[in-house]
């Protein structure tokens, strides 16, 4: 059984910063990619950051130049450093990861985590 437990969301004021880490365990082949994606109320849930096992990224317009993705592949670990969070960044922000586990190839996700910015 795979996990994806993600931790560092919270309330933060508008400009300031916050970081998320999600670490994948359990029946753990190897991992592609992971990634971050968030979702806001009443809207659709969107991709924010993506990175591969060796190394390349890509971010959503919004966010470039603002987010930074990263990974430790040892310790199975994706994180999302937010910096100059602006309103509309506040979701909920899902740990995604695309893996092997039982050699069979599956996506998974996190429980979520509230990313809150005040004006």
């Known amino acids: 059984q795979v996990q994806l437990v993600e931790s560092g969301g919270g309330l933060v004021q508008a400009g300031g910063s916050l970081g998320l880490s999600c670490a994948a365990s359990?029946?753990?082949?190897?991992?592609?990619?992971m990634g971050w994606y968030r979702q806001a109320p009443g809207k659709e849930r969107e991709l924010v950051a993506r990175?591969?096992?060796?190394?390349?990224?890509i971010y959503a317009e919004s966010v470039k130049g603002r987010f930074t993705i990263s990974r430790d592949n040892a310790k199975n670990t994706v994180y999302l450093q937010m910096n100059s969070l602006k309103p509309e960044d506040a979701a909920v922000y899902y740990c995604?990861?695309?893996?092997?586990?039982?050699?069979?190839?599956?996506?998974?996700w996190g429980q979520g985590t509230q990313v809150t910015v005040s004006s």
């Open positions: 359990g029946n753990i082949f190897g991992i592609n990619t």
């Open positions: 995604n990861a695309l893996l092997v586990s039982s050699s069979k190839w599956g996506e998974y």
């Open positions: 990175i591969t096992s060796g190394g390349t990224t």
